[in-house]
């Protein structure tokens, strides 16, 4: 499994991207992601990795927290 960090979760398009960009500029990996819920609505996810070790997901974790940024631990299989 890789972890990987969700910091938001937009309606707009725009907001997620401009939250990637300022996670770029902290050095951070992030990109969007397009998710339909449960209702047919796009939202669009601000995603930060993946990481293959804890110890790179903490280090991660501690930039966007001490940018006042939460984020959400997710487990996922690796994507191919």
Avoid: C, M, Y
Wanted: glycine share 2%; charged share 30%; hydrophobic share 40%.
């Amino acid at each position: 499994l890789e972890f990987i960090l969700q910091v938001a979760s937009f309606k707009s398009d725009d907001d997620a991207e401009q939250l990637r960009a300022e996670l770029i500029l902290l050095n951070l990996e992030a990109r969007t992601e397009r998710a339909k819920i449960r209702n047919g609505e796009t939202w669009h996810r601000v995603l930060v990795g993946p990481f293959s070790s804890r110890s790179k997901l903490a280090k991660a974790r501690s930039t966007l927290i001490s940018n006042r940024h939460e984020a959400l631990v997710l487990k996922r299989k690796p994507q191919q």
